[in-house]
């Protein structure tokens, strides 16, 4: 298994432009969250899904968007892109909440200037 | 909302000793998770304890929910041991988990 995977691991955006962030896991987990990390500071819940097609906000969803299609992948949208945004953005998933523990992918740093 | 707080926030160690982090939560937690972030940013799970006590290797941690703290004991350190370390919580009643971070305790292990 590849567990998480991210991509890209780095990307610099220009005010106003947008991207997609890609999250994929091949271990069939149900679950899955989008964090994000700034620096010093602990990880902050953006978004998160309890299976395909259900998705809801977490902590600091706004400039954000999700979708769900899939069991395996779990894109995190940022339109418009603003300085604030600037942060390091991690992926998890679970198999089962309450018995196990989070995976969570390598990351992907954005900036933003 | 829930607050999570970690001690000591830093923490400098000489290869070899013995040190213990501890995290404190403000209201019942449903899930207790300990992670490591390494110095290249990589996330790692040490523990999923929501309850009781769990070793692994030289690692340890302890959970008193009653009293809403947990314990991580790191023993006989080494420098690969060097990052943050990270205390999650899920607040009751939790059945999505949605974790909640501390703000870390930044380890350095000196060779």
């Known amino acids: 298994n590849a567990g998480v995977t991210q991509t890209p691991k780095f990307r610099i955006l220009k005010i106003g432009q947008s991207m997609t962030l890609q999250c994929t896991q091949d271990?069939?987990?149900?679950?899955m969250y989008w964090y994000r990390q700034d620096p010093g500071m602990g990880l902050k819940l953006i978004y998160y899904?309890?299976?395909?097609?259900?998705?809801d906000k977490g902590e600091v969803p706004n400039g954000y968007n999700v979708s769900r299609s899939t069991t395996e992948d779990f894109p995190l949208r940022l339109e418009l892109a603003a300085p604030s945004q600037t942060s390091v953005y991690f992926c998890?998933?679970?198999?089962?909440?309450?018995?196990?523990?989070?995976?969570f992918g390598p990351g992907t740093r954005l900036t933003v200037l | 909302g829930i607050q999570v707080e970690q001690s000591p926030p830093d923490l400098i160690l000489q290869e070899g000793a013995n040190s213990t982090l501890r995290c404190n939560f403000s209201d019942s937690v449903n899930n207790l998770q300990w992670f490591h972030q390494n110095p290249w940013g990589q996330l790692i799970n040490l523990f999923y304890?929501?309850?009781g006590t769990k070793q692994n290797g030289r690692l340890s941690a302890t959970t008193v929910a009653t009293e809403r703290y947990s314990l991580l004991y790191i023993s006989s350190s080494q420098t690969t041991d060097s990052g943050v370390y990270f205390c999650?919580?899920?607040?009751?009643?939790?059945?999505?988990?949605?974790?909640?971070f501390g703000q870390g305790t930044t380890l350095q292990v000196k060779p």
């Open positions: 998890a998933s679970n198999p089962i909440v309450g018995t196990d523990t989070q995976y």
């Open positions: 999650a919580v899920e607040p009751n009643p939790g059945n999505t988990g949605k974790l909640i």
């Open positions: 271990m069939n987990h149900n679950y």
């Open positions: 304890i929501p309850s």
């Open positions: 899904s309890v299976g395909a097609g259900i998705t």
